[in-house]
């Protein structure tokens, strides 16, 4: 299991974005494959499905979040952390996300596409996980990962 998310590739800014072919499309396929994976994950799955009741809402917000990301297109206009702090998740549970992204984004995109998803993933969970850590009083220093107490494991 991953225990850092990694240095930030060389040369990846937005003129790289015609160049990996990312599109609407492909975004769409990436989200909607990645989010599918979710839902069947034994450790992530529980947590969505728990708290998500409009899949169709959550995969066009989730378009609109890494069109934003990746193409600058300015359509995700919410506040992710908010959203994300009060989940009972940590190192663990990001670790997990990055995983089956990884995977789906190189089963689905071409490999520069892949990187730059891969990129900016790492990033966005890395912001999470420092966001969640936080909000529950926690704060990380340098390189150190969010751990939840074994009795907060219960409220997942």
């Keep these: 299991m991953n ?4 240095r930030v590739p060389q040369g990846q800014t937005g003129r790289s974005i015609p160049r990996a072919g990312i599109d609407e499309d492909v975004i769409r396929t990436l989200v909607h494959a990645f989010y599918a994976q979710i839902r069947e994950d034994a450790v992530l799955g529980p947590i ?4 998500i009741t409009d899949w169709d809402g959550h995969l066009e917000r989730m378009c609109a979040f890494w069109s934003s990301l990746a193409l600058t297109s300015g359509r995700y206009l919410g506040r992710p952390m908010e959203a994300h702090a009060p989940l009972p998740v940590d190192a663990v549970h990001f670790d997990r996300w990055l995983a089956l992204f990884e995977e789906t984004a190189r089963r689905v ?3 520069e596409a892949s990187d730059y998803f891969m990129d900016r993933a790492r990033r966005v969970a890395q912001s999470l996980e420092l966001g969640v850590a936080g909000a529950h009083g926690v704060m990380l220093r340098r390189h150190e990962r969010y751990r939840r107490l074994p009795e907060d494991r219960t409220t997942a």
Excluded: I
């Design 3 to 6: 225990t850092s998310y990694g």
């Design 48 to 51: 969505f499905l728990s708290r």
């Design 109 to 111: 995109c071409a490999p």
